[in-house]
């Protein structure tokens, strides 16, 4: 683990004070991470990485229940925080018509993943992470987007 942040970093799920043998020098440290389920396949970084998240869905503590929403990445400035688009038409009865609107979406994001602006992102509900942020990211599909991502509808 890397310990760069003020707080000791380590995982909740693993004890790391277990007395160690003196025969056994070289041991993989352990790392706990687990299935999301919904048909969501756990990222290889998520297994084999050595980041500490306790928001992170597949190695935090944190279940994914309700809905399922996809969006586009417009902003990743935020630490471990990303805000997505989603665009929907709105129908206006007086004119016969739909017209474009969004909405933002702030989402977490683990270390598992990185995505950049423009890309897809499956976000699935969870319980309340900050005041803003109900939703975690589950998967990232690349996009191949030219340009701006806030000027695609």
């Known amino acids: 683990m890397d310990q760069t942040e003020k707080a000791f970093q380590k995982q909740d799920a693993v004890f790391i004070g277990a007395k160690r043998l003196l025969s056994k020098k070289s041991k993989k440290a352990v790392r706990y991470w687990r299935n999301v389920g919904l048909g969501f396949s756990t990222p290889k970084e998520a297994k084999e990485g050595n980041f500490v998240d306790k928001k992170c869905p ?82 990232v599909d690349k996009n191949q987007i030219f340009g701006s991502a806030r000027k695609q509808f």
Request: include cysteine; hydrophobic fraction near 40%; charge should be positive.
């Open 58 to 139: 597949f190695t935090g503590n944190v279940s994914i229940r309700g809905a399922i929403l996809k969006g586009m990445v417009i902003s990743t400035k935020m630490k471990r925080t990303i805000v997505i688009r989603r665009n929907y038409l709105h129908y206006i009865k007086k004119f016969n018509r739909f017209e474009k609107r969004h909405s933002n979406l702030a989402v977490h994001c683990s270390p598992a993943f990185e995505p950049k602006e423009g890309d897809i992102v499956t976000a699935g509900q969870c319980r309340p992470l900050a005041k803003t942020v109900r939703f975690n990211v589950i998967k």
